[in-house]
């Protein structure tokens, strides 16, 4: 489904991505992660458009967008949930979901896909009418996905969806994630909990200073002594 190879890219003079290749096959959950500052985030962001590629390839669907803009890259099913989740705190529930479907043009697509969003998130149909910036964390990262969900996304980028959140809410976003993917989804998961999100992943990728320096099956990266080190804790036990 995600071919990238090869791929660099960065902000003005500042080369932050050294030729990373990876690669996500439908149906995958497939996770990268990472210190702070190791290039997730503007791995996300390139493949997205929101970042210009400075050389490399990133293909998607057998279409290759490494230049096509954003809106396009969305267009052909391929949706980004942002780190912060970026929504927007004037605007009311639906509000902020149907900026989400701005790309769907058929009114009754746009219905049943609300419909689908309030059936798995009920709590985003309790608080349709309250605005954004008034929900809890938690319902701010599930109105995040909700959102990205509304463009009817063949692939799901998730970037840091526990950042901020309780453990009891962290869980509960995992389980969603693992829904997702039953109901067909394929999604790129970047996430500073490495441990949870290898336990959830089809494989993993391992990001430093913008290099994959390592990918394997996660149940093997979970057990993998440098990763255990470096990312699980010296006393993480499976």
């Given at each position: 489904?995600?071919?990238?190879?090869?791929?660099?890219?960065?902000?003005?003079?500042?080369?932050?991505?050294?030729?990373?290749?990876?690669?996500?096959?439908?149906?995958?959950?497939?996770?990268?992660?990472?210190?702070?500052g190791?290039?997730?985030?503007?791995?996300?962001?390139?493949?997205?458009?929101?970042?210009?590629?400075?050389?490399?390839?990133?293909?998607?669907?057998?279409?290759?967008?490494?230049?096509?803009?954003?809106?396009?890259?969305?267009?052909?099913?391929?949706?980004?949930?942002?780190?912060?989740?970026?929504?927007?705190?004037?605007?009311?529930?639906?509000?902020?979901?149907?900026?989400?479907?701005?790309?769907?043009?058929?009114?009754?697509?746009?219905?049943?896909?609300?419909?689908?969003?309030?059936?798995?998130?009920?709590v985003?149909?309790?608080r349709?009418?309250?605005?954004?910036?008034?929900?809890?964390?938690?319902?701010?990262?599930?109105?995040?996905?909700g959102?990205?969900?509304?463009?009817?996304?063949?692939?799901?980028?998730?970037?840091?969806?526990?950042?901020?959140?309780?453990?009891?809410?962290?869980?509960?976003?995992?389980?969603?994630?693992?829904?997702?993917?039953?109901?067909?989804?394929?999604?790129?998961?970047?996430?500073?909990?490495?441990?949870?999100?290898l336990?959830?992943?089809?494989?993993?990728?391992?990001?430093?200073?913008?290099?994959?320096?390592?990918?394997?099956?996660?149940?093997?990266?979970?057990?993998?002594?440098?990763?255990?080190?470096?990312?699980?804790?010296?006393?993480?036990?499976?």
């Amino acid at each position: 489904m995600l071919s990238v190879k090869s791929l660099e890219s960065g902000y003005g003079k500042l080369r932050v991505l050294k030729g990373i290749s990876m690669q996500i096959d439908p149906g995958e959950i497939v996770t990268i992660i990472g210190a702070n500052g190791a290039g997730k985030t503007t791995l996300l962001n390139t493949i997205s458009g929101i970042i210009k590629a400075t050389s490399g390839e990133i293909e998607f669907n057998r279409t290759k967008i490494s230049n096509f803009p954003a809106e396009k890259i969305v267009k052909l099913g391929c949706s980004l949930v942002p780190e912060g989740r970026q929504i927007f705190n004037t605007l009311t529930v639906k509000e902020n979901l149907l900026i989400g479907s701005h790309t769907i043009k058929n009114s009754q697509i746009v219905k049943s896909e609300l419909n689908n969003i309030y059936n798995l998130f009920p709590v985003l149909k309790d608080r349709i009418n309250q605005l954004g910036g008034t929900l809890s964390g938690g319902e701010q990262q599930m109105l995040a996905i909700g959102r990205s969900l509304m463009s009817k996304p063949k692939l799901i980028m998730l970037d840091e969806p526990s950042t901020g959140l309780a453990p009891l809410i962290i869980k509960n976003i995992f389980e969603i994630i693992i829904k997702l993917k039953e109901q067909g989804n394929t999604i790129l998961l970047v996430e500073q909990n490495a441990k949870a999100a290898l336990r959830i992943a089809d494989r993993g990728y391992v990001i430093e200073t913008g290099q994959i320096v390592l990918e394997d099956k996660a149940d093997a990266l979970l057990r993998n002594d440098e990763v255990q080190n470096a990312y699980l804790g010296k006393e993480y036990k499976k």
